[in-house]
């Protein structure tokens, strides 16, 4: 799953192999006791309370923990617990979740945004002394979090490709890109990732709602856009920075960043039209949907396509990037009726209502059952 | 390691979210306007290396601060490897070799 390496976990791992080649058979740094072990092991016990494992890193670890069971280093610990991480974890765990929000939408890949978070957290714990003003965190760590996501997608091999055709949407003689790993595809997220502290969550100056901008159909639109637009784009219309906080955020000029976001939205409104439509369905959707669904699990299943879980245009938009073949109305329902539902009925999926991106969604499961056939197959096949 | 050799001192909070690192009375101090500082008498110690070698040689510990060119330069080398990867960096959190390609994307896009 761990595709790249970000920089922070990278320099971590680059200092901690240097210690490890540097203490060989050696009690401390220098050899005895000195200045050196003091200096570095706090920096080290840091690393270690952000989540990144010194495990593969045998006499580092080893060397920590002796320098830690000294009393005067737990003196010195105690003291710098309370006195650096106990304020920072405060001031950033309210935008934990919005962050989170923030790097989903900059990724596509729930999986992924998590990561982003943590290397956020590290990249913003080493320039703390940059907030100057505490009320602006919730602007300074989106930056980060922007600038974390665009060294992520500038790491990558190669853009989405099938996303390529930025601007219009795709017409009939548009061709999907070959298969792709499953990191191209993208990723729903639970609705709870939504429960967000709500004075946080509001900006006035933001043009899409909290349930908006997570909405299938707008993260699947943020795809098609290059990663700078879709900086701009967020950091303006999402988070609701300024020109100038966005210019400055992404090191470009304010003129460059309101071209980058007269483009976006353009392209935006293009796909899935102007801030303030983009959720539909509501109390009609939720009611019929899960008729809908009872009927997967018996026999009326002819309702699933006319249901608004489909786009009215027959879109399948709000099925984010849908393989080849299942775009459009017709497709969705037949590979429902045809495929999955023949699977349900045969006892080897289950279907069931599900929140996702703050919308109703199926969500289909492979059955316990399945699960013996498949080891049981594969022991034969062994 | 004022711990271990048995210096006793006067710890000062300043609240960096507060701004306090960037007061002018700080600044006076230590014009990177970073913690921490270490004040003895007039004098006045950024960097939290020079403070360790300080106060141990203060208090007479040459095994921990040695004296001798090799030890002290071996110290050198070494006391600054582990820090890197969580001392402070760009305010944006960004890293240099990206924004070129990043200007090269926005131009083509």
Not at chain 1, 339 to 357: D, I, K, M, P, Q
Not at chain 2, 41 to 48: N, Q
Not at chain 2, 62 to 86: I, K, N
Request: hydrophobic share 40%; glycine share 6%; net charge positive.
């Amino acid at each position: 799953m761990k595709r790249s390496c970000r920089s922070g976990v990278d320099e971590f791992t680059a200092s901690a192999k240097v210690l490890e080649q540097s203490l060989g058979s050696k009690e401390y740094l220098c050899g005895r006791l000195t200045v050196a072990d003091f200096d570095v092991a706090p920096y080290a016990a840091l690393a270690e309370s952000c989540g990144l494992d010194l495990a593969a890193y045998p006499k580092t670890a080893a060397w920590l923990a002796r320098m830690l069971a000294r009393d005067s280093m737990k003196a010195t610990m105690a003291a710098a617990s309370g006195a650096a991480l106990k304020p920072f974890e405060a001031l950033v765990e309210p935008h934990r979740a919005l962050l989170r929000l923030h790097c989903y939408r900059m990724l596509g890949s729930s999986h992924d945004s998590d990561d982003m978070v943590q290397e956020t957290l590290v990249r913003a714990f080493r320039a703390q002394d940059t907030l100057h003003d505490p009320a602006s965190a919730r602007a300074w760590l989106h930056r980060i979090a922007t600038n974390v996501c665009l060294d992520e997608l500038a790491r990558r091999p190669a853009p989405r490709t099938r996303c390529a055709s930025s601007g219009r949407p795709p017409t009939r003689i548009f061709r999907w890109a070959p298969r792709t790993p499953d990191s191209e595809w993208l990723e729903p997220v639970p609705s709870s990732w939504l429960q967000v502290p709500a004075p946080e969550g509001a900006d006035p100056a933001a043009q899409y709602t909290l349930k908006e901008s997570v909405a299938l159909a707008f993260v699947a639109a943020l795809q098609v856009l290059t990663p700078s637009q879709r900086a701009v784009l967020l950091l303006r219309d999402v988070v609701g920075l300024s020109a100038a906080e966005t210019a400055e955020a992404l090191a470009c000029s304010v003129p460059s960043a309101n071209s980058a976001l007269h483009r976006a939205r353009v392209t935006l409104e293009e796909r899935v039209g102007a801030a303030g439509e983009l959720v539909t369905g509501g109390g009609r959707c939720r009611s019929r949907a899960p008729r809908a669904l009872r009927g997967a699990h018996g026999r009326r299943v002819i309702s699933m396509p006319s249901s608004a879980l489909l786009h009215e245009e027959g879109d399948a938009r709000d099925a984010a990037e849908p393989p080849p073949g299942s775009r459009g109305r017709a497709a969705v329902a037949h590979f429902f009726t045809k495929r999955l539902l023949h699977a349900a009925r045969a006892g080897r999926f289950r279907t069931s209502l599900v929140e996702a991106n703050g919308n109703l969604a199926a969500g289909s499961t492979a059955s316990a059952t399945m699960g013996r056939d498949r080891s049981s197959r594969s022991r034969r096949s062994s | 390691m004022p711990h271990e050799v048995g210096t006793s001192l006067e710890l000062v909070t300043i609240d960096i979210f507060k701004g306090e690192a960037k007061t002018p009375a700080i600044l006076a101090k230590n014009p990177n306007g970073k913690i921490p500082i270490l004040e003895d008498g007039d004098l006045v110690l950024w960097e939290s290396a020079a403070m360790l070698a300080y106060i141990a040689a203060k208090a007479g510990r040459t095994d921990l601060a040695p004296t001798t060119p090799r030890e002290r330069a071996e110290v050198d080398s070494l006391d600054r490897v582990g820090g890197r990867s969580l001392r402070p960096r760009d305010p944006q959190g960004r890293l240099p070799a990206h924004r070129e390609e990043d200007r090269g994307a926005r131009r083509s896009g």
